[in-house]
């Protein structure tokens, strides 16, 4: 098992950057696959960007491709998003999940096993 807590959103200007990062403690963390999901108000929650155990895959939706980039320190149990030129639509309940004998980066919500509980990104227009 492994508790989930992210941190890091806030409000930006279209353009800018933010660094989302998402603290685990449990098990070991190199065990997880992690990724980064996002639910806008009256939408549903929607895959972002994955990563495998070692950090060697990585996957991205295409919404973000080029601008997002997802990292992992497992010396320091953290996972990160980097986010950069950001667009009102990236407006955004932020949430990190980890996932435990699944394919190596998993871009379903069946693949996860543990929820943080979010943080809110907003960016203005």
């Known amino acids: 098992q492994v508790q989930l807590v992210e941190s890091g959103g806030g409000l930006v200007q279209t353009g800018g950057s933010l660094r989302l990062s998402c603290a685990a403690s449990?098990?070991?963390?190199?065990?997880?696959?992690m990724g980064w999901f996002r639910q806008a108000p009256g939408k549903e929650r929607e895959f972002v960007a994955a990563?495998?155990?070692?950090?060697?895959?990585?996957y991205y939706a295409d919404s973000v491709k080029g601008r997002f980039t997802i990292s992992r320190d497992n010396a320091k149990n953290t996972v990160y998003l980097q986010m950069d030129t950001l667009k009102p639509e990236d407006t955004a309940v932020y949430y990190c999940?980890?996932?435990?004998?699944?394919?190596?980066?998993?871009?379903?919500?069946?693949?996860?096993?543990?929820w943080g509980q979010g943080t809110q990104v907003t960016v203005s227009s």
């Open positions: 449990g098990r070991t963390f190199s065990n997880y696959a």
């Open positions: 990563i495998s155990r070692s950090g060697g895959s990585t």
């Open positions: 999940a980890a996932g435990l004998y699944v394919r190596s980066a998993p871009r379903t919500e069946g693949e996860y096993n543990y």
